[in-house]
């Protein structure tokens, strides 16, 4: 072999070793998000996720990839997409937007973990046999939002203590929806007031249903919980203002957004968990034997400029629990 035909031997070998050095490094894992909502509302939470996912050592773009898939509030979009995450064989699927999505995922797959977060009791939708050993597949946080119902109608009783009955927003499409309004409708009784239910599933049936009441003169609101609503919480907070109706959330979300007050978890936390246990299964820990995380922390949150806006005085013992007022 003389030496020109050496060279180029050497140089082609040269230019194969990259390819093969890459081919045998481990594919980058991929986590399925996936949510019953909308992208851009819940930015902020993917980012609470991501942080998360971070706090483990995982970068997405880096040594993780993210598959997203959105249902933009269509809930029976929702077992077609997490057939489609399967049949991109993720390592992990994260599941936000309420127990639809992750119910589903329960469903389809006895095999891939996943990584839950619920506002219902998961052992009583069975996603997990119990809070401290999950047991399955599946593990993540409960949130607690239908529990918390009768806590919100009595902060609402305190702002607006004349209101005789209260009109309770519901999403009939959301499965915990009709759990809430009956948990609304006995805490109302229960301390002397009526409850009507109003149902919307829709931006156009949201408007409708602000027009109904406002025909029938309500006095009080309570939206109940519902993905679908925080997605469109804009909207919402906007038709309360104009039509002059006191309202009380679950997120605090809808009173950064303009809402008069609102009791629950922290969103932002609860994605930040997720992300934690999705890096930590990705790290080989199983999701048997990782507790279901249960956010014990509740925020109540007061925008005294709404309140203003609204002839409302915030009792001094209401103002005195409040975790944070905006003015």
């Known amino acids: 072999m003389n030496r020109r035909e050496f060279i180029a031997l050497l140089g082609g070998a040269t230019a194969t070793w990259p390819l093969a050095a890459r081919a045998q490094q481990p594919a980058m894992p991929v986590i399925g998000f996936l949510s019953t909502t909308s992208a851009v509302p819940f930015a902020h939470l993917v980012s609470g996720f991501r942080r998360g996912l971070q706090e483990i050592g995982y970068v997405e773009g880096r040594n993780v990839a993210i598959e997203f898939r959105w249902a933009e509030g269509q809930y029976d979009r929702v077992p077609e997409l997490v057939a489609d995450l399967i049949r991109r064989q993720i390592a992990v699927i994260v599941t936000t937007g309420g127990e639809t999505s992750a119910v589903a995922a329960k469903a389809a797959t006895t095999t891939i973990p996943i990584v839950f977060n619920t506002g219902t009791d998961p052992v009583r939708l069975g996603l997990v046999a119990s809070l401290a050993r999950p047991g399955g597949n599946a593990t993540g946080v409960n949130i607690f939002t239908t529990e918390l119902a009768e806590k919100r109608l009595g902060l609402l009783h305190d702002l607006v203590p004349a209101a005789s009955s209260i009109v309770v927003l519901v999403n009939p499409h959301f499965a915990p929806a009709v759990a809430n309004a009956r948990e609304a409708e006995a805490a109302a009784r229960a301390g002397g007031k009526g409850v009507v239910i109003f149902n919307a599933a829709t931006e156009s049936e949201i408007e409708t249903a602000f027009g109904r009441m406002m025909q029938e003169r309500s006095s009080a609101l309570l939206v109940g919980s519902d993905p679908f609503f925080n997605s469109r919480r804009e909207q919402i907070v906007a ?33 930040r968990q997720q992300g934690i246990y999705a890096g930590r299964i990705l ?36 103002l005195a629990i409040a975790d944070e007022v905006i003015e």
Do not use: C
């Open 239 to 271: 038709l309360a203002a104009r039509h002059r109706i006191p309202a009380i959330y679950e997120w605090r979300e809808f009173v950064q957004a303009g809402g008069l007050i609102s009791y629950g978890t922290n969103l932002v936390e609860a994605y």
């Open 283 to 318: 790290k080989g820990e199983k999701p048997a034997d990782l507790p279901v995380v249960q956010l014990s922390k509740f925020e109540l949150i007061i925008n005294l400029k709404t309140a203003t806006a609204l002839g409302l005085t915030i009792p001094p013992g209401v």
